[in-house]
């Protein structure tokens, strides 16, 4: 069976920064759903602001069908400090509600009951790479799919614990670290290509920078594409890269968002909402020296 392209339809680009306490989410909340939610933690409210917005904007409504990828390399980071400070520190039961939340794939549930959808629904966890490995998921579920218009919500979503000098320290970040709490998500699918934005040309994951550099010089990128890098990316080491395959354009993101895990998520999402060029090349970098790759070409005329 040929596989099929992979077609952007829709993107939102959020992100938070945050101080000493959390952003209230509840009036957006509300406003975008149009409704009042209950017995729902912070990180389910990020996750339902991200892929309303995104749905909101895409050019193809929702499926019943759609799969949902939640992607984050915390989680529930928040209601996991909650619940350890109970029963180790305070020696007493959590909070009920705190307790059944606490599951990293309670948001991707909520999320699919207010869509009503009855689909796969997914939560991916990777401490480095989480928003390229949901979509490498995704897009490989989606190109071998036998569905007529096989389609998927993929979301970056990160939320902070508080005090953030304690989460500073979790995340292995310096004292002085912006941060933010995000939620970016994608509306992708196979099937209808009159309604795409953008494609996603391929996710690609490599064990070192030769033989990425290698794989790149073979696919004889543009000189006009963007080349973005992620937080695991030095900059001397991204001006390498673009030297040595003649890209001359920049799109960074990393002084725009403080940080937040799935920063990838929001570079490609703000890349396809601005329509900054034709093709957008996103390179993150793990402390293993491993690398994940993401091409993401427009669609003119749309």
């Known amino acids: 069976m040929k596989p099929q392209p992979t077609y952007i339809y829709g993107a939102a680009a959020n992100v938070w920064p945050v101080f000493e306490s959390p952003p209230d989410l509840r009036p957006l909340l509300q406003t975008l759903w149009n409704k009042r939610f209950r017995r729902i933690n912070h990180f389910i409210e990020l996750t339902l602001i991200g892929a309303k917005s995104c749905l909101d904007r895409s050019r193809l409504p929702i499926q019943d069908e759609c799969d949902i990828y939640l992607a984050s390399e915390q989680g529930n980071v928040s209601d996991v400090v909650k619940t350890t400070e109970s029963l180790f520190r305070h020696m007493g039961a959590p909070m009920p509600l705190t307790f059944l939340n606490v599951t990293n794939n309670m948001a991707g549930f909520h999320l699919a009951q207010h869509l009503g959808l009855h689909s796969q629904n997914l939560t991916v966890a990777h ?9 490498d998921l995704a897009t490989f579920n989606i190109t071998t799919s036998r569905k007529t218009n096989p389609c998927a919500l993929i979301g970056g979503v990160e939320e902070c614990a508080y005090p953030l000098t304690q989460h500073r320290q979790r995340m292995n970040q310096a004292a002085d670290t912006p941060l933010a709490e995000g939620s970016s998500w994608l509306h992708i ?7 795409a934005i953008a494609c996603c040309e391929w996710v690609k994951f490599f064990s070192d920078d030769s033989t990425l550099l290698s794989f790149l010089k073979r696919k004889e990128i543009s000189s006009s594409a963007h080349l973005a890098g992620g937080y695991g990316m ?14 001359n354009n920049r799109y960074d993101c990393r002084d725009s968002a403080p940080f937040h895990n799935t920063h990838c998520a929001f570079t490609i999402a703000s890349f396809i909402l601005e329509h900054r060029g034709d093709y957008l090349i996103h390179i993150n970098r793990d402390k293993q020296g491993r690398y994940a790759v993401v091409c993401i070409s427009m669609i003119k005329d749309r």
């Open 127 to 135: 401490q480095a790479f989480p928003f390229e490995t949901a979509l």
């Open 189 to 195: 699918g196979g099937g209808n290509t009159q309604k």
């Open 234 to 247: 030095e900059r001397s080491q991204l001006k390498d890269f673009a030297s040595a395959l003649a890209i």
